[in-house]
């Protein structure tokens, strides 16, 4: 069984639920933000260039990470998806469905209801301690989920629940004009972070707040 998750902070709490005792398997790691850029190159190196052109600054051992990532899960018979309901997880869960081998078991565990995290977001891996309660995925719905995104390639995507949208680049430029009004400043780190807290109180959740202080920038101007 492969552990798979998409953000640091996930991959840090089941790192630190094994050292604890929970019978978990190896981790992998996903580093990428499929809400942003093109998707007609999947390379690690062309998803840098993507991501770098819309003001987001990968870490340092991105394409490691991206090559490591596809390697285990394009190999792996079992996968268990761990996510916390952000965009850019349900988009990184469609394409490790595309990815995965056919006939590959998938499972999925939303992180906040798993019981790994007690009310104050402390680690406790007693309440897993009757099994982790997961949910099968659909990997064949998602690999036509995903081949139709990659026939949109689009520069920005949206998610609705597990819907995922292509849309224009400019789709959140009012919802980042009134982040730029509200904050009477212009610092863009402010700007972009006001913006990103208009968009959680949306249907869109948690976009990358680096985006919003890239296009700020540009309405600005």
Aim: proline content about 4%.
């Amino acid at each position: 069984m492969i552990e798979v998750c998409f953000s640091q902070n996930v991959r840090t709490l089941l790192c630190l639920a094994k050292n604890f005792g929970v019978e978990l398997g190896d981790i992998a790691l996903f580093p990428d933000d499929l809400t942003l850029g093109s998707l007609s190159n999947m390379s690690p190196q062309q998803r840098r260039s993507e991501l770098e052109k819309l003001s987001i600054h990968p870490a340092e051992d991105f394409e490691e990470q991206y090559t490591s990532f596809v390697n285990t899960v394009s190999h792996a018979s079992e996968l268990r998806v761990w996510y916390a309901n952000m965009p850019y997880e349900i988009l990184a869960c469609i394409y490790t469905c595309f990815i995965s081998v056919e006939n590959a078991t998938i499972c999925s565990v939303d992180v906040n209801a798993s019981g790994l995290m007690d009310e104050n977001g402390a680690i406790n891996p007693s309440g897993i301690c009757g099994g982790i309660h997961s949910s099968p995925v659909d990997a064949i719905w998602f690999k036509q989920v995903w081949s139709n995104l990659v026939r949109d390639n689009a520069l920005l995507r949206t998610v609705d629940g597990w819907q995922p949208a292509s849309r224009s680049l400019d789709f959140f430029d009012d919802l980042i004009n009134d982040a730029i009004a509200s904050c009477n400043s212009d610092d863009l780190e402010d700007i972009g972070m006001a913006a990103f807290d208009l968009c959680a109180q949306s249907p869109y959740g948690f976009m990358n707040p680096e985006f919003f202080m890239g296009r700020a920038k540009l309405l600005c101007i």
